[in-house]
Nanobody, 124 residues
Framework: HVQLVESGGGSVQAGGSLTLSCAAG????????MGWFRQRPGKDREGLAV????????TYADSAKGRFIITRDKAKDLVYLQMNGLQPEDTGMYYC??????????????????WGQGTQVTVS
């Protein structure tokens, strides 16, 4: 099955940037969508950005638009989330996820079959 491993989290001052990476394990050819999600303290997990692997279409939640960018390095089979203008309210655990569905969105978390363990982002 697909195993996902996130990296790149850490502590940053307000206004700073971080780039998260997501590495997928075996059987990655079965994925159709990759997404980035986060869970802030005391809140539900929420979607941030989705990339459709086939057409390279990207969609973003309002909280991510204009600040976050999801990209994929096909050769390395890595998916990135570049985060700019980070604010304390962005603090939380960030997860990447993979879906076998076509046309998945960042709002329907149940569409995602595989999840990573998360990487912590702290903004002060």
């Amino acid at each position: 099955h697909v195993q996902l491993v996130e990296s790149g989290g850490g502590s940053v001052q307000a206004g700073g940037s971080l780039t998260l990476s997501c590495a997928a394990g075996r059987y990655t050819y079965k994925r159709n969508c990759m997404g980035w999600f986060r869970q802030r303290p005391g809140k539900d997990r929420e979607g941030l950005a989705v990339l459709w692997i086939g057409g390279a279409t990207t969609t973003y939640a309002d909280s991510a638009k204009g600040r976050f960018i999801i990209t994929r390095d096909k050769a390395k089979d890595l998916v990135y989330l570049q985060m700019n203008g980070l604010q304390p309210e962005d603090t939380g655990m960030y997860y990447c996820a993979a879906s076998l569905r076509v046309g998945c969105t960042y709002t329907r978390l149940y569409e995602y079959n595989y999840w990573g363990q998360g990487t912590q982002v702290t903004v002060s």
